[in-house]
């Protein structure tokens, strides 16, 4: 058995599935689809498959613990993904040890977004967790939104 698939057992993948079903997506629910089809034939979300360059995606940083790439949908101007590398399925299995890998990927993204021009504007970092926040690929990842200005509360 695979890590990816050990992380993600079949039960796992379904309950998270039919969860996610109840959740509303304004755009996207093909990609969502394509994901869900994805993680539930092969045991790898799309992020570890990025990970695993086995499908492309327009990755902009790498180092031996994470990666960037430009959102597929973006929703900025700015709309790049911090993902790490280890599989940690989202901010609920973050275990105490990981605490050092998640303030690098915040170090990551505070350099990151200087780079893109957003650091003196502003930008939000966010991290969708379980089915209420809408979260769609179960692989920790933080959003990095810029390049306009937004509104609070969000939906
Ligand atoms: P979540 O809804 O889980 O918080 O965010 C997942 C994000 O991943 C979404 O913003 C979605 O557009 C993005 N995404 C999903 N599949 C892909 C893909 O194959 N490539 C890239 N670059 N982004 C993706």
């Known amino acids: 058995m695979t890590g990816s698939t050990a992380s993600f057992p079949k039960a796992r993948r379904l309950r998270f599935g039919l969860l996610l079903g109840s959740c ?4 996207g629910t093909e990609q969502f689809t394509k ?10 979300t799309i992020f570890k498959k990025i990970i695993d360059r086995e499908i492309p995606a327009n990755i902009f940083y790498e180092d031996e613990l994470c990666l960037a790439f430009h959102d597929i949908m973006p929703q900025a101007p700015v709309h ?24 690098h990927l915040f170090c990551v993204i505070r350099k990151l977004a200087a780079d893109q021009g957003v650091a003196e504007s502003g930008y939000r970092v966010v ?3 379980g089915p209420d ?7 920790l990842h933080y959003h990095v939104i810029g390049g306009r200005a937004m509104t609070w509360p969000p939906g």
Request: charged letters at 15%.
């Open 127 to 129: 991290a969708n967790c």
């Open 133 to 139: 926040a809408c979260q769609s690929v179960p692989h």
């Open 24 to 27: 509303h997506f304004s755009s």
């Open 35 to 44: 994901n869900f089809l994805l993680l539930t034939m092969t045991g790898k």
């Open 80 to 103: 790049f993904l911090v993902i790490p590398k280890k599989e940690i399925a989202s901010t609920n299995d973050i275990a105490d040890e990981d605490a050092a890998l998640i303030g």
